[in-house]
């Protein structure tokens, strides 16, 4: 049996636009051989749909597209597996179920319903949907197949050290003499995650003795990047069929008959790239923009969102504002028209001398005896961002945000100045990172300037300002903030890990602790990491942490 593994982009609560992309995937599918077409969890009405699982009248529109699917597909030679949210019934208390629609020439031939709900990091599944009872096995053409849906398949006592629910219903399916698994995913990236997940379904193939075969989501939905990478393994473990990364894509495999493939490179730092790419571009077309906005300042921050904009939306749709300050050196604008050059996109240029000599002036009675502070350095990054709002409204475009997560971390940023912006785009970078991306993007030929990539980082809000005039070298800061924020590690432990004084250890930690309020007022983070700011990362913001 030839089967497809289908990975689509869906778009939450689009339920035309999300069928006609099944139906059509499923007749390149059947054109191609396939008997059986496999999508993604909660593939015909988008994944995560959230608080929309609480109306009911989303719930009734889930349940008629089926209808529709079924109908739409009536014809063609290929059975359909797909996932979608339908209203739960019973005494759970729960609105609705996540459920896995397996349907042949217009007839359903299973409803399965998911049974592990995370409830952890992004997830909140437990929220909404109700767990499954007990799971069956359905044949198709004698064939008879394990189906799964996401969570459901990540519980395997022999692979993970410690696991997070009692129950694995692989366990329960295999005692139902399985011919295959077939796992429907909306499993979101972070570094590092798709090795995981391969060496996880391998292990898993290997325990049943069975192949094992995952359709995964592909594209952005606010927050979550999906990288795709559907796969096939043998019953052996071994990858027999691999989908694209961050792009749709449709492989047709015989699990049973094809050979082993190597294993693919991958490059994380590409990776994280393509990822923000893919985030970016699916954020802005699908909440109804085509036009971006970026703030470029000269540094390595902005290169980096502008570059990622262009590779997303295209140079044409692309806008960089040049801002100087009486504090901005020569070189900085210099920089930003060599890298809109280098990058095709448009670069306009507007001074913000006269305007924060306004604001001096009319504030000067206020502030009269006392000295210059960090008051007047922030005022210039609120004018940017009043400025960048301005532009938005009257073009349609959307403002892109440019911090980096080292500085989302320690507050090293303005609220209501530079953090202006509909999304985030490096918001789960730390500089150092940023810095790796940058030289890889110019690899073969230079698209960030050689200049911004050299001089040493600064907000020139000040005469002579230098990044480590407030912060440690980002050598040192980033494995901090990787090692509290992403992996919750004490300063202690920090400090004795990684050879740092345990005063400056401490330091950056209370600047983390204290930036809460900010964090929680910035623009949505595009989350590349384990462990990103936003929706999976839940702090109090008025605290008081002992460090």
Known sequence: MKIALAQIDPTVGDFTGNLERIVAASRR?????????????LAICGYPPADFLEKPSFLARCRSAVCELAAATRELPTAVLAGVALAAG?????????????????????????????????????????????????????MRLAITICEDAWNDKNFWPRRLYKVDPMEELMRQRPDIHINLSSSPFWHGKRAIRRGMLAAIARRDGIPVLMSNQVGGNDSLIFDGSSLALNANGRL????????????????FDAPALAEPEEDDTAAAFHALVLG????????????????????????????????????ENVIGVGMPSPYSSPGSIDDSRRLAA?????????????????????????????PPDLTEENIQPRI??????????????????????????????TLYGDMVGALAVIGDLVKTRVYAICNWLNRD????????????????????????????????????????VERYETPECIAEKRGFLLDLVQQVVRLIERSEYKRQQAAPVLKVTAKSFGTGRRFPIAVKVQV
Not at 354 to 361: I, T
């Open 29 to 41: 599918a059947a054109n191609r051989g396939a008997r059986l077409t496999v999508f993604s969890e």
């Open 90 to 142: 019973g005494d759970s208390g729960k609105p609705a179920v996540n459920a896995a629609i397996l349907m042949d020439q217009g007839r359903v031939l299973l409803e399965q319903h998911k049974r592990l709900l995370p409830f952890y990091d992004v997830f909140d599944e437990q929220r909404y949907f109700a767990p499954s009872g007990p799971q069956q096995v359905v044949e198709l053409d004698g």
């Open 240 to 255: 027999i069929a691999q989908a694209a990364s961050f792009a749709e894509d449709l492989v047709v495999v015989d699990p």
């Open 280 to 315: 970016t571009r699916d954020y802005v077309r699908k909440c109804g923009f085509s036009k971006i906005l970026v703030g470029l300042s000269g540094g390595i921050d902005s290169s980096l969102v502008a570059a990622i904009a262009q590779e997303a939306l295209g140079a």
């Open 342 to 370: 280098n990058l095709g996109i448009r670069f306009e240029t507007i001074s913000i001398n006269e305007l924060f000599a306004d604001f001096n002036r009319a504030l000067a009675p206020l502030f009269s005896g006392l």
């Open 384 to 413: 940017r961002g009043a400025i960048l709002m301005a532009l938005s409204n009257k073009l349609g475009a959307l403002v892109l945000s440019t911090g980096n997560k080292s500085e989302m971390a320690v507050g090293y940023c």
């Open 445 to 484: 030929q230079e698209k960030i300037p050689a200049a911004i990539l050299e001089k040493p980082p600064s907000a020139e809000l000040r005469p002579g300002q230098m990044d480590t005039d407030s912060l440690p070298p980002y050598e040192v800061l980033d494995p901090i903030v990787e090692a509290y």
